[in-house]
């Protein structure tokens, strides 16, 4: 069982920046790939960006390639996602979420493809 555990979220102008961070319980955090998706008022979740195990490898919807970085620090159980550039569109909850069934190099970019995820992180941008 993994307890993730968001942070980071707030009110910012269009244009500027938020560090998202998702802070994992137990020893093997390592072993899971993590992801970010958001949901906004009204709309479906929506993937965002995923990392894999070891953090070689990393995947984006296109709306924010390019603004948004995703990485993680195994020795401090926690992932991040740095996000610029904002705009009001990036409006949502931010969740993060992991999986122990991705293989190494694998960044799960589907809701069903996670087993575990944290309660969301509210990010508003205002225009």
């Known amino acids: 069982q993994v307890q993730l555990v968001e942070s980071g979220g707030g009110l910012v102008q269009a244009g500027g920046s938020l560090r998202l961070s998702c802070a994992a319980s137990?020893?093997?955090?390592?072993?899971?790939?993590m992801g970010w998706f958001r949901q906004a008022p009204g709309k479906g979740r929506e993937f965002v960006a995923a990392?894999?195990?070891?953090?070689?490898?990393?995947s984006y919807v296109d709306s924010v390639k390019g603004r948004f970085t995703i990485s993680r620090d195994n020795a401090k159980n926690t992932v991040y996602l740095q996000t610029n550039s904002l705009k009001p569109e990036d409006t949502a909850v931010y969740y993060c979420?992991?999986?122990?069934?991705?293989?190494?190099?694998?960044?799960?970019?589907?809701?069903?493809?996670?087993?575990?995820w944290g309660q969301g992180t509210q990010v508003t941008v205002s225009s």
């Open positions: 979420a992991a999986t122990v069934r991705a293989s190494s190099y694998t960044t799960p970019r589907t809701g069903p493809g996670y087993d575990y």
């Open positions: 137990g020893r093997t955090f390592g072993s899971y790939a």
């Open positions: 990392i894999s195990r070891s953090g070689s490898s990393t």
